[in-house]
């Protein structure tokens, strides 16, 4: 391959829902672009994008696949990405590393839920963007319809720069209103004439033109009155007005194709080479990778993806890894079409690349010529909406499973491991059911490991709302070492705003505690803790509190309820009683301890669950079943609303009532429903849900 500068390259992401043709598109363009001589089918897992056994065997992408094309003297860099919201992970990193976007739309389906996610997330990062009616030589194609459901999602911005001659079965032809011809296929390798518009298609055309030019002529005031003096602008001066407006995002041009049979495909990397924008990376600065994608391949061991995001590099240079402060040298500079690497002396500012075998070095890291301070913002990708626990089914394999699982979130920033001291769980946490799937046909095929997937334990919270008075004695002094240590304490509800007095009513009688000592704590998992030594009169030694709110921290963090997080509890030390031998550390923590979980049963104790703001976008038709299967899990509707042709409903709901909820909205809504979760807060549990929890949990602590 020969080396490209920045002007003449083009990098762009594949988008649109599962299933509108992405993978065959790429499929296509690498045709076009010589980079194969013939082209693979998803059907015979033959395509160069999808060559991982797993997207061979689901017959869907899964990754990100990083392409390249060589066309009209351009290098056009492609990365293929999974329709699938659950596999969300490529878009966003194709967003982040590329300068405009193809979205295909399924010429059957028109606009679905997954376009419209897509959609949202390129006008998030404000890139240009074309647009694909795909599958149009399939039955049930249907151009008006389809336009009608972009006019509905996208508005005046989608705009039509073709249209087709037929549709369905005869499709073989479209009319350019860019080039003002007809393009009229033969065969299946994307053999085309360009002809002449028909006449009967003539009058359609130029209504479209005359609309283009328009458009045109309001992306540039120079454009503007030339447009008003004499009428018309020239082909060359349409284009760049369509340019300005394309890279702004101003509009989004609708083109024909089908991707299957080569139609149209060619003209649309056209547009891309002419009319999309070229990286903006400048080549004169030092030189600076961003990592965007690392993975373990066969035969090459660690491949790592990486962005030139100033400078240029060749073979053999030496890099500081700004996130980790190592020393790499990139020995193999390679341009990357799936599992084909081909080898290239140097790659410049804008151009994607990959490399293999460095040390350590991971997604969303920046590696710098040295003396290059840069360090590139890390990719940000969506919140986790689904959780599961996992451990491995054999306990030999628990060490194995660590390892495979660390590598799994090293690889896909969107799976998120943790390993939850609080729960006592590994819990991982993903995108959908099929995202977790994946992760487990890894785990059985590639490591051989068996796991068990099960419901994750809820982040509980545990508080009391009302005063409450206990002592506890510790005594051991039967044999040996004797232990002996008295606490008596009092404990209230931290309220925001409400200062503690130390006035209560003590045994019936208003008692004035002096605070001797306060120490306050914001803690780790939330909320307040205060501990104030009371004591007068030389009861309990002040040396013994550290003993003391370390027994009372201990309960804590297993609350007596159902052993959650506890938190927003006062605690006044008042008095006590110490042995003169007997009285060691141990003995006060544990009467502390006791005492603290007594006080903490009679002060009416209740439980805290977390609760979600469930955002859920969904055709209109299938609002109702979505919304009584919300409420059905204690979700409250919070507003309801409505975006390009879907429903938004917004509801609060108990975490502990969404395991798997992406599982069964995909089943409500067939798939075509999608929704984030994001924590809002803690709320008490209902009494009834309070009961179960405490029983379960009282078993539990017999069963220990
Ligand atoms: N008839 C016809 N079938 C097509 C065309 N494009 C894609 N297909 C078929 O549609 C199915 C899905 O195509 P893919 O290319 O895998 O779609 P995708 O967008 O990559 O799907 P995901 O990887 O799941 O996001 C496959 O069976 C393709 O062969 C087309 O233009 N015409
Ligand atoms: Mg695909």
Request: with cysteine; hydrophobic share 35%.
């Amino acid at each position: 391959m020969k080396n490209y500068t920045t002007d003449k390259i083009r990098n762009v992401v594949l988008l649109g829902s599962s299933r509108s043709g992405k993978t065959t598109l790429a499929e296509a363009m690498l045709f076009e672009g010589k980079v194969i001589d013939r082209r693979g089918t998803v059907e015979a897992k033959t395509t160069v994008s999808d060559n991982t056994e797993v997207e061979q065997l689901f017959q869907r992408s899964i990754y990100s696949t990083p392409l390249f094309a060589e066309f009209m003297d351009h290098k056009l860099n492609v990365i293929d990405t999974a329709g699938a919201d659950d596999f969300v992970e490529g878009v966003i990193l194709g967003l982040n590393v590329c300068d405009s976007g193809i979205m295909t739309v399924n010429a059957g389906q028109g606009v679905e839920v997954g376009t419209e996610i897509h959609a949202r997330y390129v006008e998030q990062y404000k890139k240009p963007m074309l647009i694909a009616v795909n599958q149009l030589e399939t039955e049930k194609a249907n151009w008006d319809n389809t336009l009608d459901s972009l006019h509905q999602a996208f508005g005046s911005k989608a705009v039509p720069v073709q249209f087709p001659v037929s549709v369905g079965l005869e499709f073989n032809s479209f009319v350019d209103v860019l080039k003002m011809k007809m393009y009229k296929f033969s065969g299946e390798d994307g053999a085309c004439q360009i002809l002449d518009i028909p006449a009967d298609l003539a009058g359609k055309a130029e209504d479209m033109k005359a609309a283009l030019m328009e458009m045109a002529a309001e992306s540039d005031e120079a454009l503007m009155e030339k447009y008003f003096d004499q009428g018309e602008l020239s082909e060359e001066e349409v284009r760049n007005g369509l340019k300005v407006g394309f890279v702004n995002g101003d509009f989004y041009p609708v083109f024909c194709c089908s991707a299957k049979k080569d139609m149209g495909v060619k003209r649309i990397m056209e547009f891309v080479t002419e009319v999309a924008p070229a990286p903006k990376e400048s080549v004169n600065d030092k030189t600076s990778l961003f990592v965007y994608k690392t993975a373990l391949e066969q035969h090459l061991g660690d491949v790592t993806y990486f962005k030139v995001v100033s400078g240029k590099i060749t073979e053999g240079q030496d890099f500081v890894n700004m996130n980790n402060g190592g020393k790499e040298r990139i020995t193999t500079l390679y341009a990357v079409a799936g599992k084909k690497k081909e080898k290239v002396t140097e790659l410049v500012a804008g151009d994607l690349g990959c490399t293999v075998k460095l040390k350590a070095v991971k997604t969303n890291q920046t590696l710098n010529q040295p003396g290059n301070e840069k360090v590139v913002p890390p990719i940000e990708f969506p919140p986790s909406k689904y959780r599961t626990a996992i451990k491995a089914s054999d306990e030999k394999d628990d060490e194995k499973l660590g390892e495979a699982l660390n590598r799994a979130g090293a690889e896909d920033p969107t799976l998120r491991i943790e390993y939850s001291k609080e729960l006592r769980q590994t819990i991982i946490n993903g995108m959908g059911e099929q995202h977790i799937n994946i992760l487990k046909w890894h785990l059985n095929n590639d490591y051989k490991i068996e796991i068990d997937l099960f419901a994750p334990k809820i982040p509980y919270r545990e508080t009391i709302t009302k005063v409450a008075t206990a002592e506890y004695t510790h005594k051991k002094q039967s044999g040996g070492a004797g232990q002996y240590g008295r606490v008596v304490l009092l404990i209230e509800p931290i309220v925001e705003g409400v200062e503690p007095t130390g006035r209560f009513k003590i045994d019936g009688k208003d008692t004035q505690l002096t605070i001797k000592g306060k120490e306050e704590a914001a803690l780790d998992w939330g909320g307040k803790f205060e501990f104030f030594n009371c004591v007068v009169g030389g009861a309990i030694d002040a040396g013994f509190m550290p003993a003391i709110k370390k027994g009372i921290m201990q309960k804590m963090e297993e609350g007596p309820l159902t052993g959650s997080y506890a938190r927003d509890i006062r605690v006044y030390i008042y008095d006590g009683k110490m042995h003169p031998v007997d009285s060691k550390e141990i003995a006060f923590i544990i009467a502390a301890r006791n005492a603290f979980k007594d006080a903490f049963k009679q002060a009416g104790p209740k439980l805290l669950e977390p609760i979600y703001l469930v955002e859920v976008m969904v055709p209109g038709d299938c609002m109702g079943d979505v919304m009584s299967d919300i409420q059905n899990r204690r979700g409250i509707i919070e507003g309801m609303g409505s975006e390009k042709g879907f429903q938004i409903l917004k509801a609060r709901v108990p975490l502990a009532e969404l395991y798997k909820y992406s599982t069964t909205l995909s089943s409500i809504t067939s798939g075509r429903a999608t929704f984030t979760m994001e924590f809002l807060d803690y709320q008490q549990v209902p009494m009834d849900v309070q009961e179960k929890l405490l029983k379960a949990y009282e078993e539990e602590e017999k069963d220990e």
